[in-house]
């Protein structure tokens, strides 16, 4: 396909060659990212295909670098390139990223997407700044189980276990949408255990 130009006619099947080689365990990222600098104007969606791939790898820090190509290129970064370059942030302890893409995504108009802002709790949580993941997670207009888990599991893991506490007694009387689940009794009993609570 690359070969002949039809790469470059029709997009959807390059998107998903694409893909396939960024993002599947039998794929080959490298190949993927030489895909991409041949191709034109490639659009957010091959973008974002060699950002995840970049963030779930042993490099996610390249993940930000593509990124950064990608909001400098004609294309714009959508909800999918700014979350996965958020969980690149995660998986790389890259705080001042973050806070960055932070700025980013809101500047981008992305203020009421939860999903998108989960991540980015989850971000500064694994980052270790839990007042901005408190933050971030007190603007959210919208909160799930999902968003509450990144606070609790980050005060749970950084040492604020009465914070942890106080949002799991909150959540247990919450609506059914913030209620705990499995992931947050095991933040909570880890908080427990912080405070040497036996029951």
């Keep these: 396909m690359t070969v002949t130009g039809l790469f470059q006619t029709y997009p959807s099947p390059r998107w998903r060659l694409l893909e396939i080689c960024a993002i599947s365990p039998f794929g080959d990222l490298i190949y993927a990212v030489q ?11 091959d973008w974002n295909a060699i950002i995840r791939g970049h963030a779930e790898s042993d490099h996610p820090r390249d993940a930000l670098s593509a990124y950064a190509d990608l909001s400098r290129s004609p294309q714009r970064p959508d909800a999918l390139s700014c979350s996965f370059a958020l969980k690149a942030c995660a998986r790389a302890l890259a705080l001042a990223e973050s806070r960055e893409l932070h700025t980013h995504l809101l500047r981008l108009g992305f203020r009421a997407d939860v999903r998108l802002l989960t991540t980015l709790v989850d971000a500064y949580a694994k980052s270790a700044d839990l007042d901005s993941a408190q933050k971030a997670f007190d603007e959210m207009t919208h909160r799930d189980v999902a968003a509450s888990n990144a606070l609790i599991c ?46």
């Design 154 to 199: 980050g005060f749970a893991t950084g040492s604020r276990p009465h914070d942890a506490l106080a949002l799991f007694r909150r959540m247990c009387g919450g609506l059914r949408e913030t209620r705990p689940n499995d992931i947050t009794v095991v933040a909570a009993l880890s908080a427990c255990a912080q405070l040497g609570f036996k029951n």
């Design 35 to 45: 895909m991409l600098r041949q191709m034109v104007l490639p659009s957010t969606n």
